[in-house]
């Protein structure tokens, strides 16, 4: 229970520092920057727990907002070495994305989701925060870019809930689908992959 | 209530649809058109849900999601013909519209909202996945362009909880509110109708 | 209380004159007008209460829109003379963030939030509602521009916070966080002082 605490802590950490970092590449002032941590940070959260109506664990358990602080603040002591850090980032990022999918699922249906709205609030939990992210900084989303990163989340979702239905242990499955998440992510930008989009058409208006 | 609940399905898929061509026009990729899908069809119902504090119905009721994906797929498989269902899926759009913003209205007031924020909420409903939407695609929403859309599910919502203060029944009631919203909707577009805007002044800053 | 009443639904009224003139500038017709008067409005609200998990004031207090369909009214009556009134809607603006700041972190903290969680949703109860204009319209929020705005917010904020562990009296505390609100944000405005940037690094994409 610990581990998975500190782990949780850590994953706020890091998004925060991937909002942070988008703000600071923007020139935006460092109050702006430590919205942005914010955002990034609990918004894919919230908007799960939102809808599952509870309240967002941030409210009452003040340590994510001490995560997201200090998120924020090693964006700004380490900024110029930040890029060179890019690859661990990535790294911790894909681990955060997989680790945010599972718990995700696990907690919606705990709170009694169906399955399928289980995988929606699970990829919700992890990939939401960087959507607001960007839509606040207005750019187009990376959940609508070619590249594969909620769709990893999705697949790891997916993967909870069908095994979940198994005699697998409840860690094992998280263990391998929150892998799942981590490894398409990988192999994702390690191989340029990316889904096909449907054949445009003539617009016509 | 089988056929109310058959329409808000319907309703839901429609929209699903209207969400994922907006994404396959801009040649994003399928996860990208069914998150789009997504958003679009559950966005506005679920902010009328949180702001009422209960959970969104696609929350545990699965079907909801799965008429999404029927949606998507739709979207995905006739691609290339949609353009020239251009004109039905305007009428289903229009049709749909009208009955999310009464279904939104009766909802809201069995919750136990003031009548004027039944009529915002029922607004809202129909009105709010669209912006969402819009808003994702990093496009002015519809609402804020120069064509009647929110404004007739505004006045098909105060319609509604106008008449539900005589004695006229409630299905006429919501008959009648809902063709309300479909003929202001039929018409604007049909002879270009749009509201005035105020008049500019010269801008200071 | 019926002082607290009143003031909140003036800066209630304040900002949706505020949304609207947003929309007004743009040429958007006056229903997109209501619309972002009320969404301006009700928006750093509305989400603070989500995240308490209970219901915005305006579900069940119809007196809120009310003020929102005055303020509306008032910005396209006006609107040629608005300009003019730039300064006193300026004041208005200064002290109704105050205000919103501190109510939003005694309702906060009534509603058992942490008191960093309380200091956040203070600052958001009064800076969301334009976060959510500027999205809208799509510009870049007024908050991630170099304007001393939302960090006036929080350190009214966190100015409450602090006092409030002492034994001065809670109406005192309102007074003097709200003030250091106004003031902060009054001179920012009159002395043009904005918050440093991180420094910027070269982007390696």
Redesign the interface.
Known sequence: MDFIYFIDLLGTMVFAISGAMA???????????T??G?VTAIGGG?LRD???????V?????NY??AIFVGVTI??LF??R??SF?RTLFLFDAIGIGFFTVVGVQK?LSY??????AV??GMFSASMGG?IRD???????L????E?Y??AC?AGAVCYVLLQMTPISENINAFVSASMVFIIRFLSVRYNL???????????E
Chains 1, 2, 3 share one sequence.
């Open positions: 703000a600071n590449r923007k020139g935006i002032d460092v109050f702006g920057a919205f942005m914010f919230s939102v809808f599952l109506n509870i309240r967002p941030w409210v009452e358990d003040g907002l001490i964006s700004i900024n110029k930040l890029d890019a919606s009694e989701s169906s399955a399928i709205a929606m609030l959507v839509t606040l900084m207005n750019e187009t989303p959940i609508l870019r070619k594969i909620a769709s999705l990316s889904l096909p989009s449907v054949p445009m058409v003539e617009k016509e």
